[in-house]
């Protein structure tokens, strides 16, 4: 089943008390759905969100296809113009989502489970999220959206999710029948940030005394001196009210490398955050 263009949804066919988005959904286009012989259906393969105020106003496309939309899809790309061989890749858009957690499973029983969180700051607490499928068609090799939603008020604090289980049956020789399965599901986390306004960064030695101490800046990693066992990292916030507050970190020379890294989030005045990774590195 492959959708011809666009329409329009509207909140009335759902049961939040927002007015919805104008959402670049392909129409039906009178497909059967059967292009996956197994199942009889079209493989889910990830997600696209759409967020939108309180009015309705989208704050982020409406089409999945922009490189600035916020999703996340297995996409399977062709070697080359009538190659049948092609390989696997995950496509994302906008930098809004962090901590993505991707399992990927192949063979009788395959699977996709994607886990991601999605932080944000309190003008954005009134808005909505609008969740929708991207589904692979693999008779014309081609990926759409679903126009069925899964939406979520950001105020609710908690996050949203939807899944799709597939179940058939396949002849595997001398009259013998097994069943395969195919899976794929997604969660997303949301997670509102309060404003980071500055991160102090505090070295330590073997006797827990103040070696350094300095003031980073966004975008940098830090090197740490031949002396130093380990650093606090401290980001001082802002909340809602204006009031200040700390949360601290601490990175020790023993922890491997992935473990070194703290991620943060500036807020961009808008609503949405950047993810910045900050690497400590030890001589």
């Excluded at 993505?100 to 009134?126: A, R, Y």
Aim: hydrophobic fraction near 35%; proline fraction near 1%; glycine fraction near 8%.
């Amino acid at each position: 089943m492959i959708k011809k263009f666009l329409t329009i949804l509207f909140a009335s066919a759902i049961t939040l008390s927002f007015s919805a988005c104008s959402l670049a959904v392909p129409d039906d286009g009178g497909g059967d759905g059967n292009n996956l012989l197994a199942f009889g259906s079209d493989k889910m393969v990830g997600f696209f969100a759409v967020i939108c105020d309180g009015e309705g106003n989208a704050l982020t496309p409406t089409d999945f296809e922009s490189d600035d939309a916020i999703k996340y899809y297995r996409e399977q790309v062709k070697f080359g113009d009538g190659a049948d061989d092609y390989y696997i890749t995950f496509t994302s858009g906008a930098d809004v989502l962090s901590n993505v957690q991707l399992q990927h499973i192949s063979g009788q029983d395959e699977g996709i489970e994607i886990d991601v969180d999605f932080n944000f700051t309190h003008e954005l607490e009134g808005s909505v999220m609008y969740l929708y499928g991207v589904y692979f068609d693999e008779e014309n090799w081609s990926y759409y959206v679903n126009d069925e939603l899964t939406a979520v008020a950001l105020r609710a604090m908690a996050g949203t999710g939807l899944s799709q289980n597939l179940k058939a049956t396949a002849d595997v020789g001398n009259d013998e029948e097994q069943t395969i399965t195919y899976t794929c599901s997604v969660n997303i986390d949301f997670i509102c940030t309060d404003y980071l306004i500055q991160v102090n960064i505090f070295e330590f030695d073997a006797g827990n005394n103040v070696i350094n101490s300095s003031v980073r800046q966004r975008g940098e990693n830090y090197q740490a001196g031949e002396n130093c066992q380990y650093v606090i990292v401290e980001q001082v916030f802002t909340d809602e009210d204006g009031e200040q507050y700390s949360k601290r970190s601490l990175v020790d020379r023993t922890q491997d490398n992935d473990e070194r890294t703290i991620n943060l989030f500036y807020a961009n005045g808008d609503g949405f955050t950047v993810e910045d990774a900050l690497k400590i590195n030890f001589s």
